[in-house]
């Protein structure tokens, strides 16, 4: 199986930043997509952030200009930039990877277990 461990979530003052970081380890042959989502209680998961491995990314509109998603292949890392954090950024943020496992394995997504976010003062 694909792992996938997150890390940098915390507690944040409005207009504070974090970075997050998302690890995949295990059985890798390739990573075609990494993405953020996002949960609130009592609403549905959203996609927050994505990113190819060619690099072109894709945002909501709500954090167009705030956040930055990036990865580095090499470690099969995908990051989450926050910045002018806001209280309705507060969730808990989960990892996705669109990835195979073996050459011409089957596509599968796999999810990290979440970090939590959260914005008050």
């Known amino acids: 199986q694909v792992q996938l461990v997150e890390s940098g979530g915390g507690l944040v003052q409005p207009g504070g930043s974090l970075r997050l970081s998302c690890a995949a380890s295990g059985s890798i042959f390739s990573i075609d997509f990494m993405a953020w989502y996002r949960q609130a209680p009592g609403k549905e998961r959203e996609l927050v952030a994505g990113i190819t491995s060619a690099g072109s990314t894709n945002y909501r509109d709500s954090v167009k200009g705030r956040f930055t998603v990036s990865r580095d292949n090499a470690k099969n890392t995908v990051y989450l930039q926050m910045n002018s954090l806001k209280p309705e950024d507060t969730a808990v943020y989960y990892c996705?990877?669109?990835?195979?496992?073996?050459?011409?394995?089957?596509?599968?997504?796999?999810w990290g277990q979440g970090t939590q976010v959260t914005v008050s003062s």
């Open positions: 996705n990877a669109y990835a195979q496992q073996i050459r011409l394995g089957p596509r599968r997504n796999f």
